[in-house]
């Protein structure tokens, strides 16, 4: 799988757009980009992934450039409980090797009232 | 979806002894796996327990030291043998639900085993 590049921590003001960055370069034509997140104490949690198209869902949105070597995953509207580690991972979406996930260190991204 | 919950939730160990965790989830699953998550470190996926067959581990886990089972579709356990301080960590279990059309590959993950070894 692809190796992704993410920033180490960000902070965000409670109500704003969290906008976090990722860049995976070396994206190849069949990988798909996943974000998970890691609330403290707790398992990881999916939160949205993409090809190529822009993705909207209840929790989040994933921008992809169209050259696809970058992503940004937007939350509109940060809560305190949206304060936790998130994570950007690229993989195949099916067939060999498309199940285990690779987590980089992602990004700590801090919401603050 | 499927629910994942870990037994035990936390644990603190004497050296050289043996600790086994028990993943079970709510709706039969393709594919099982065991990660660990060392103090401050990301996730580091230990092996993918096979229904029915050996798991599959990633370079730099052993067999003899993560035994792994997986007797049926909604079960599994992963052993820390002859513990050290060095695993000292959290134990996460995952699993991969049955693919349907509208689905898109989500993997769970269970709350974690928190191993202290001393």
């Known amino acids: 799988d692809a190796k992704t590049t993410q920033p180490p921590s960000m902070d965000c003001a409670e109500g704003r757009a969290a906008n976090l960055p990722c860049n995976h370069s070396t994206i190849s034509g069949n990988e798909y980009v996943y974000w998970y997140r890691q609330i403290h104490s707790q398992g990881p949690q999916y939160i949205i992934h993409g090809l190529k198209n822009n993705e909207t869902n209840e929790m989040a949105s994933l921008i992809i450039t169209e050259d696809r070597k970058s992503s940004t995953l937007i939350l509109p509207h940060a809560t305190l409980r949206d304060t936790a580690v998130y994570y950007c991972?690229?993989?195949?979406?099916?067939?060999?090797?498309?199940?285990?996930?690779?987590f980089g260190k992602g990004t700590k991204l801090s919401v603050i009232p | 979806s499927a629910v994942i919950s870990q037994k035990p939730s936390r644990d603190i160990c004497q050296r050289g002894t043996s600790l086994t965790i028990q993943c079970q989830v709510d709706s039969q699953v393709t594919m099982m796996f065991w990660y660990r998550q060392q103090p401050g470190q990301s996730l580091t996926l230990i092996a993918t327990?096979?229904?029915?067959?050996?798991?599959?581990?990633e370079s730099g886990f052993v067999i003899d030291k993560f035994p792994i089972s997986r007797p049926n579709l909604t079960f599994s356990t992963l052993t820390v043998s002859n513990m050290s301080p060095e695993d000292s960590s959290i134990y996460l279990c995952?699993?991969?639900?049955?693919?349907?059309?509208?689905?898109?590959?989500?993997?769970?993950f269970g709350p974690g085993t928190r191993l202290t070894v001393l």
């Open positions: 991972i690229v993989r195949v979406y099916s067939g060999a090797g498309s199940y285990q996930l690779t």
């Open positions: 327990a096979n229904q029915g067959s050996e798991a599959t581990y």
């Open positions: 995952s699993a991969l639900p049955y693919q349907t059309v509208s689905s898109y590959n989500e993997q769970f």
